[in-house]
T-cell receptor, first 110, second 111 residues
Framework: DAGVTQSPTHLIKTRGQQVTLRCSPK?????VSWYQQALGQGPQFIFQ???????QRGNFPDRFSGHQYPNYSSELNVNALLLGDSALYLC?????????FGQGTRLTVV | GEDVEQSLFLSVREGDSSVINCTYT??????LYWYKQEPGAGLQLLTY?????DMKQDQRLTVLLNKKDKHLSLRIADTQTGDSAIYFC???????????FGTGTRLKVLA
């Protein structure tokens, strides 16, 4: 079992660009959540996908969007990148009550 | 409102016990979790406790929950240098699907 895998591991983008981050959930998990972790902070909930629909959303602007595919993998898209979007983006998969996290994608916006 | 608070730093000597504390504000929390994060890595689930429990023990880890005071603690027995990391507590509530994390406690274990 490969666990939760995310790609890429690191990414550098220019302000104003768009970025897509990818996540493959743990085998048997049908729910994917995305979190943003700024330096020195705890993770903040962005949104969660279940059955290819966004089930719940945190306090993030519409520039943050996502998608879930029939195989449960997921993408996080961020448009019009700001310097403040620089963070570690974590994907978590779950089936019931326990979420397992990937290693994250470190996004740097310059 | 939603708020989870933790002390920022803890330093202990190798072989001693570590106690990391967390307070939360939402009494309707269903599950409470402890995660470990090593430098440059994701979050590793250490243990979790259901809100109708007072204590849970898992090898070197003991979780205590005081629902009246909304206080959660993680005790690590015989702390090792490999336990040096940031520890996050998190809560989730029935009917919602998001975790609310604390700001993390950085544990430093001195040899």
């Amino acid at each position: 079992d490969a666990g939760v895998t995310q790609s890429p591991t690191h990414l550098i983008k220019t302000r104003g660009q768009q970025v897509t981050l990818r996540c493959s959930p743990k085998s048997g998990h049908d729910t994917v959540s995305w979190y943003q972790q700024a330096l020195g902070q705890g993770p903040q909930f962005i949104f969660q996908y279940y059955e290819e629909e966004e089930r719940q959303r945190g306090n993030f602007p519409d520039r943050f969007s996502g998608h879930q595919y029939p195989n449960y993998s997921s993408e996080l898209n961020v448009n019009a990148l700001l310097l403040g979007d620089s963070a570690l983006y974590l994907c978590a998969s779950s089936r019931t009550d326990r979420a397992f996290f990937g290693q994250g994608t470190r996004l740097t916006v310059v | 409102g939603e708020d989870v608070e933790q002390s920022l730093f803890l330093s202990v000597r190798e072989g001693d016990s570590s106690v990391i504390n967390c307070t939360y504000t939402d009494s309707s929390s269903t599950y409470l979790y402890w995660y470990k994060q090593e430098p440059g890595a994701g979050l590793q689930l250490l243990t979790y406790i259901f809100s109708n429990m007072d204590m849970k023990q898992d090898q070197r880890l003991t979780v205590l929950l005081n629902k009246k005071d909304k206080h959660l603690s993680l005790r690590i027995a015989d702390t090792q240098t490999g336990d040096s990391a940031i520890y996050f507590c998190a809560e989730s509530m029935e009917g919602t699907y998001k975790y609310i994390f604390g700001t993390g406690t950085r544990l430093k274990v001195l040899a």
